[in-house]
C-alpha cells in the first residue's frame, strides 16, 4: 500500500508544471481580458495589487526587524499604473503602522491617480518635493525604498527624466530596494545588466519573463486570477497557503 501511494506521489510531483513567466505582450492581454471580458475595474485590480504589495513588505521586512528608529520606508511612485500601485501600497503600509515617504514627480491627470494621491493625502502621509542626490540622506532617513516607478508599460530603452536621474540614485544607495512588478530599467522580457539591483521582487498576477534571473526574495501577490484565464495562459499558479493573497516564491 505504502508503495502504491509513493509511486502515485511520485506521479503527481512528476506532473506539476512549472510556473508560466509572462511576456509582455501576454501580462497586456491578461489584463485587457479583465478589464473588458471579466469586468474588473481598473481601481479594482490597482487596490488589490497595491494591498498586496503592502503585505510582502511586512512579511519581507517585518516592523521588528528594522533597524531605524522610525519604521520609515520611501515609496518612489511613477505617472503610470505602477506609481498608482505605489500610492495603495504606501497608504496599506501606513495602516499597518510603518511610516512611509512617497516621492512622487510628475503625477499623472488620470482621475484614479489623483484619487488615490488624495487617499494618501488625508491619511497624513508626507511628499517629497525632490529626491535628495545626496545618496546619505536617503540611506539615513529611511529602512528601504520602494520602487513602483516604471512598470511593465515602461519602454526601459528611452527612459527619460527624471526618471532616468533617480534611477542613478537608487543604484547608489545601500538600503534595500523592493520593486513592484519589474525592477524600473529592467525590460520586461530580460534582466537589464546595467539596472538596479532590488533586494526584493512584487510579481502581480504571474511572473514575467525577467524575473526569471533575479535571485533575492521573490513574492507573488494578488490571489485573484479567474481559474478559465489561469487555464487559457496555463499559468501553472502555485498554491497559496492558507488564505494568503501572496506566497513566497
Known amino acids: 500500500m505504502d508503495k502504491m501511494n509513493h509511486s502515485s506521489a511520485e506521479a503527481e510531483a512528476e506532473t506539476i508544471e512549472p510556473l508560466r513567466y509572462l511576456s509582455k505582450g501576454e501580462a497586456a492581454a491578461i489584463e485587457t481580458e479583465l478589464l473588458r ?18 503585505l510582502a513588505i511586512t512579511k519581507a521586512y517585518p516592523l521588528g526587524s528594522l533597524t531605524k528608529k522610525q519604521p520609515t520606508v520611501l515609496v518612489i511612485c511613477g505617472p503610470d499604473q505602477n506609481g498608482s500601485i505605489g500610492l495603495v501600497c504606501a497608504r496599506h503600509l501606513r495602516m499597518f503602522e510603518y511610516e512611509p515617504t512617497i516621492y512622487h514627480p510628475k503625477r499623472s491627470s488620470h482621475s484614479l491617480h489623483q484619487d488615490f494621491t488624495v487617499q494618501c493625502e488625508k491619511m497624513d502621509i508626507p511628499f517629497l518635493s525632490y529626491l535628495p542626490t545626496e545618496v546619505q540622506l536617503i540611506n539615513d532617513a529611511y529602512n528601504l525604498v520602494i520602487d513602483a516607478m516604471l512598470g511593465p508599460e515602461a519602454d526601459c530603452a528611452n527612459i527619460k527624466e527624471p526618471y532616468s536621474g533617480i534611477l542613478v540614485t537608487l543604484k547608489q544607495i545601500k538600503i534595500p530596494i523592493a520593486s513592484v512588478d519589474v525592477p524600473s530599467g529592467w525590460d520586461v522580457e530580460e534582466r537589464s545588466q546595467d539596472g538596479i539591483n532590488p533586494e526584493v521582487l512584487i510579481s502581480l498576477t504571474a511572473p514575467k519573463k525577467c524575473a526569471t534571473s533575479f535571485t533575492g526574495k521573490h513574492f507573488l501577490a494578488g490571489r485573484f486570477l479567474p481559474y478559465d484565464i489561469q487555464k487559457k495562459y496555463e499559468l501553472n499558479l502555485p498554491d497559496f497557503p492558507g488564505t494568503d493573497c501572496l506566497i513566497e516564491l
Open 37 to 54: 471580458d471579466y469586468r474588473f475595474g481598473q481601481q479594482q485590480l490597482i487596490e488589490i495589487w497595491g494591498q498586496a504589495c503592502a
